[in-house]
């Protein structure tokens, strides 16, 4: 979101940061936990009269899913979004996973899209669809469209992402052609 010196970088380095957020994915994590709860509260106090095998797929039929839909939401709680002089790093929820980095030199170009929506791409989360390319969606809003040089793309939504291209478009200036391929 902000366009700053940056003290690891070098002396004359700038690198931009920006962020996406999504609250509504904290509500499904506790969905996970509750599911996790469940199959706790099943396993130390359950009176089942029909065996062990039912007890035993139940209780971890929810807390599996429960772990699924835990780590699956807290993975895109948000998108951290680098961007140095050579490369642009995508981090995703709080352990930076999935990430993603490519070099300045594998991007032909950068658009600014006012609306990208989970619908669009299937949901929430690292995306792909072959007629689109591949996206990180952690919320509907605006984007950065990246356009690689083989022919592919990859969106991000991110916060002032009209900023973020205008940084990506003056750092391939800079590149020069025998680089980029």
């Not at 990430?99 to 929430?124: C, E, K, N």
């Amino acid at each position: 979101m902000r366009d700053h010196p940056h003290a690891d970088d070098g002396p004359h380095s700038e690198v931009w940061t920006g962020r996406a957020t999504n609250r509504i994915q904290w509500l499904l994590a506790l969905v996970g936990a509750a599911c996790m709860a469940l199959g706790v509260e099943l396993a130390v106090d359950s009176a089942w009269s029909s065996g062990i095998a039912p007890l035993v797929m139940s209780v971890v039929g929810c807390i599996a899913a429960g772990l699924l839909v835990l780590f699956g939401t807290l993975a895109f709680v948000h998108v951290d979004l680098r961007l140095d002089k050579e490369s642009l790093e995508v981090r995703c929820g709080h352990m930076g996973l999935p990430r993603r980095r490519i070099p300045l030199s594998h991007v032909a170009g950068a658009d600014f899209t006012a609306l990208v929506t989970p619908r669009q791409w299937g949901g929430w989360g690292y995306r792909w669809r072959p007629e689109k390319g591949t996206a990180v969606v952690v919320r509907r809003g605006e984007g950065i469209v990246l356009r690689l040089w083989d022919g592919h793309t990859f969106t991000i939504t991110v916060d002032d992402a009209e900023s973020a291209v205008r940084v990506i478009r003056a750092r391939l200036r800079t590149i020069t052609p025998g680089t980029a391929r």
